[in-house]
């Protein structure tokens, strides 16, 4: 796989994993933005959520990746940016799907949910999968127009 620019971000419930998953992309040669946070004191999601969709969004970052304690809320909130399709990741079979028929850009994890190895798994699963186009283009295109 080719390096990629990556924007990560985590809240207090993810930031052992992303400390993790951080490790294991520049491992992988993959060129890594943390936006952080860095402790384990409580902050809010949106904050990382924000600044990752505006790399992906910018050209930044290909691809983003957010860590809270499920998952779900920095899905949420990453969702809410124009162009971004974030989604929710438990397993490389998710991973692998997301890309291939939703051709999602921000990869989001459960800090609380995911074991490390599948959350690396899965991550680099994500990553590597090339998005299929085709018939899945145009439910895409529905996506981007009911995007406010």
Request: hydrophobic share 40%; proline share 5%.
């Amino acid at each position: 796989m080719q390096p990629l620019p990556i924007a990560i971000g985590a809240d207090h419930g993810g930031v052992d994993l992303k400390r993790q998953l951080v490790a294991a992309l520049q491992a992988a040669g993959h060129q890594v933005s943390d936006v952080g946070t860095d402790g384990t004191e409580s902050v809010d999601y949106p904050d990382f959520a924000r600044p990752v969709a505006d790399a992906v969004i910018s050209g930044a970052a290909r691809f983003g990746v957010l860590v809270c304690g499920s998952g779900i809320g920095m899905a949420i909130a990453a969702n809410r940016n124009p162009g971004i399709r974030a989604a929710v990741l438990h397993n490389a079979t998710e991973a692998r799907l997301t890309r291939a028929h939703n051709d999602a850009n921000i990869a989001c994890l459960g800090g609380r949910t995911t074991g490390v190895e599948v959350a690396i798994d899965s991550l680099l699963t994500f990553l590597s999968t090339p998005y299929e186009g085709g018939r899945h283009d145009r439910r895409i295109a529905k996506i981007e127009k009911a995007t406010p």
